[in-house]
């Protein structure tokens, strides 16, 4: 992030705008509206400037730019457009250490003006960091489509309670609750509707019960957080992560997601360090049900799937053993995230017409899997944690009747920026690993299918120069 959103407030501080023209006539219009004591210096400029001015809503100097003109400002504007002019006041706002926008010129500017949605009081800011305003116009109005008229109705409302409910609910975590209920229930949605009388019953009958803020028993969302792309996170995955007191989370989960997270929720890392060990297992089951029965909204969050090669069935055992409420928000297992991305079809009616997630690794190393029901043609298998062992899961196939020559895929990083994707035939899987040097995480598809890969944009290697590393 390059620049940190501010809102500032300007009720009654003076503000210098240099520039009297179209430009300059929207940035008024910005500060007029901020309450903000304007002071135009210009030598002309538009009719509306000037009937501003005739309102006593702004001051009018009609003169050229002075430096001393900034003494004393709380921000200034440069609208002037012209280059000699602008770098003048933004020279002499930042001589005096104050900040300056120059409009049109961020390389001159200390603060950029943001494109604005405003249903005050809420309000939006949205910025590209100065790269395309257009951009930032289009984004205001998709957001402007999605934001309710009453936005601002809503808020108000809320806030002419906001003392009433902390006298009346003393606890922190209680009150935020509390108002999310209110907030996604149905006396926010009478206050969008102009219901506002029904809204204010309803609300005072709500605080005015004896346990208004009586902290629920706490709950446990075991959250899919998908395979890397934080666009294939579920709308449901991204509630439960907004609605979070703790977040507990996996190695596999990127920062991308992490910063969908509610901001004031506590993480805790449960994950293998590059040095370390994860977790162990129990702990993490114990981390859960002691933070739930503390009143906590818990999210454990996953990636891929929680019951897809994931352990969440041990630990909503675990939970639900001990008597606390727990959900299981699916998530995008790799198995499909991956294919999708790299536009192999698990099955095909010409190609496939079964598909097992089967898992390389079993408890203690070799996984326990009946090889000869694996191995018939037209059936793809997709392999989590099997890279480690290529070898002997290729021999264990091939000597169960695989063609040497089936093809494979091997994906890295599906669906996220680095992904890979690598093909070959099951006798060379091995040599594949070890030549591309495949790293964490990946997974191996093995079958017709994998011949459908949409592998031209990636790093192909061929087959034809892969040593054979099995002798078959
Ligand atoms: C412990 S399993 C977790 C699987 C997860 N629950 C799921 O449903 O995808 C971890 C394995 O999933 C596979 N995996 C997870 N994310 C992946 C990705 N983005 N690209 C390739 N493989 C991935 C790898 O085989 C990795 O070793």
Redesign the pocket.
Known sequence: MENLPLFFRLRKRPVLLVGAGAAAVAKARLLLAAGADVRVVAPQGLGEVADWAAQGRLRWERRAFDPADVAGMTLVIGAMGDDELDAAVADAAKEAAIPVNIVDRPELSSFIVPSIVDRSPVTIGISTNGSSPVLARRLREQIETLLPTNLGRLANFLNSFRSAVKAKVDSFDARRRLWEDIIDGPIARDVLAGRETDAREAMLSRINRRHAGEVAYGHVDIV?AG??DPELLTVKALRALQDADLVVYDR?IGDEILDLVRRDAERIYVGKARSNHAVPQDQINELLVTHARAGRRVVRL?????F???RGGEEVERLRAAGISTAVIP?I???T??AASAGLPLTHRDHASAVTFVTGHGVDGEPDVDWSALSGPRHTLVV???VSRAGSLARQLIGHGRAPDTPIAI??????PDERVIVGTLANVPSLVRTAQVG????IVIGEVAALADAARELVFSTSNIPNALAV
């Open positions: 899919g395979p890397g596999l996953k990636g891929g799937d929680p897809v090669f994931g998530g297992t790799a198995a995230g991956c989590y944690m099997g994906i890295e990083n599906g669906t996220r964490a995480p990946a997974l």
